[in-house]
C-alpha cells in the first residue's frame, strides 16, 4: 500500500459526494440508490466492529467459522484495509493510546491528524513494520491470513455489486448511479463513521472510567458507529464484548454478538464484573494521582504482551 492509493481512497468518495449532491440537487436521486448505500455502509461497518475489531483485535468472543467468515469479508469490503493491518495498526494504538507511538492520536498529531492524515502520511514500509511487529498473533489464524491475501477480491466486489444491483433496475445510468452510491459515497460515510472513532472519541466527550489516555464516550458516534462511540468504556475493559455498558448506551453490536450467542453462533463472550467496573469509576475516591495505578488493569496487560 502506497500513499496514491490512499490519497485516492480519501478523495474518490469524497468527490462522489459531491457528485451525487449534485444530481440529487437536478432530481437524479431513487430511493433504491439511498437504500443501497445506507445497508452497505450498516453491513460492511458491522464488518469492522464484530470481525475487525471486538472478534480479532480484542478476542472478545468466539464466532462460528461461517459467521466469522461472513463478517470478515464484510469487513473487508468496508475498504479499511485487510484485517491483518487493521488489526496491527490497532493494537498499537491500545499499546500506546495518546502516548508517543499512537498511530492515530489528536492529542498528539491534532484531531485531522487522528481523523485521517496519518493514513496519508503511513507508507507502506511503516505498514509493513507495524504488521511485523503487532500483527504477529494474527499471522498464525489461516482464515485472517486468507482474507488479508484477497483483500483486493473483497473489494473490489463491494464496488461491482451495487452497479449490478443498480444495472439491473436502472440499465446503465443504474449502474453508474448505484456504484457512486453503494460504492464510493459508502465508502465515505463508513471511513469517516470509523475514523470519528479514533478522532472525535479521543476528544469529544465524557470519562466514565480511569485510563492513561484521553478516551471518551460520545454518544453520536455511538449510535453512528454501532457503538464503537463508547469509547472511554472500550479502552477501560478492551476484552469487553459490550461497548455500551450502561442500559442506556446503545450498542447494536454488542446487541448482535447477545443474540448470536444466545442462538449458538457466538462463544465465550467475554463480560466485566460489576465489581471491576465499579473499581475503575471515575469519582471522588480517584485523584489524579491514582489514575495511573488504576489505569493498567490486568486485561491491558495481557493485551500489550500478545
Ligand atoms: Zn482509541
Ligand atoms: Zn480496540
Known amino acids: 500500500m502506497s500513499s496514491l492509493p490512499i490519497y485516492g ?15 440529487a440537487a437536478t432530481g437524479d436521486v431513487s430511493m433504491f440508490n439511498v437504500i443501497m448505500c445506507l445497508v452497505g455502509v450498516v453491513l460492511t461497518e458491522f464488518g469492522i466492529t464484530f470481525a475487525y475489531h ?13 459467521i466469522k467468515a461472513i463478517t470478515l469479508a464484510f469487513g473487508s469490503m468496508a475498504f ?23 498511530p492515530h492520536s489528536p492529542t498528539i498529531g491534532g484531531f485531522i491528524h487522528a481523523h485521517f492524515e496519518w493514513l496519508l502520511e503511513m507508507n507502506s514500509k511503516e505498514l509493513d513494520t507495524v504488521v511485523e511487529k503487532w500483527g504477529t498473533r494474527y499471522k ?8 488479508t491475501s484477497t ?13 449490478v444491483l443498480g444495472y439491473m433496475v436502472g440499465g446503465w445510468h443504474g449502474a453508474w448511479t448505484g456504484f457512486l452510491w453503494g460504492g464510493l459515497v459508502r465508502i465515505f460515510i463508513s471511513s469517516h463513521v470509523t475514523w470519528s472513532v479514533n478522532s472525535v472519541c479521543h476528544f469529544f466527550g465524557s470519562r466514565t472510567y480511569t485510563t492513561t489516555d484521553m478516551s471518551r464516550n460520545n454518544p453520536i458516534v455511538g449510535l453512528l458507529a454501532l457503538g464503537e462511540g463508547w469509547h472511554n468504556n472500550h479502552h477501560a475493559f478492551p476484552s469487553s464484548a459490550v ?39 471515575i469519582d471522588s475516591q480517584h485523584t489524579a494521582l491514582n489514575v495511573q495505578t488504576l489505569a493498567l488493569t490486568e486485561e491491558e496487560e495481557v493485551l500489550e504482551e500478545a
Request: aromatic residues 10%.
Open 54 to 66: 471486538r472478534m480479532v483485535v480484542h478476542k472478545a468472543f468466539e464466532a462460528h467459522p461461517v
Open 9 to 23: 481512497l480519501v478523495g474518490l468518495p469524497l468527490a462522489a459526494v459531491i457528485l451525487v449532491a449534485y444530481q
Open 151 to 163: 483483500f483486493l477480491f473483497w473489494a473490489l466486489l463491494s464496488l461491482i455489486i451495487p452497479a
Open 80 to 102: 479499511q484495509g485487510p484485517v491483518l493491518h487493521w488489526a496491527s495498526v490497532h493494537t498499537k494504538h491500545h499499546a500506546h493510546s495518546d502516548q508517543e507511538g499512537d
Open 243 to 281: 461497548h455500551g455498558l450502561a442500559w442506556w448506551q446503545i450498542d447494536p453490536t454488542g446487541f448482535m454478538i447477545r443474540l448470536f450467542e444466545r442462538i449458538g453462533l457466538v462463544s465465550k463472550v467475554t463480560r466485566i464484573p460489576e465489581s471491576l467496573m465499579q473499581k475503575r469509576r
Open 140 to 147: 498464525k489464524d489461516p482464515m485472517l491470513v486468507w482474507f
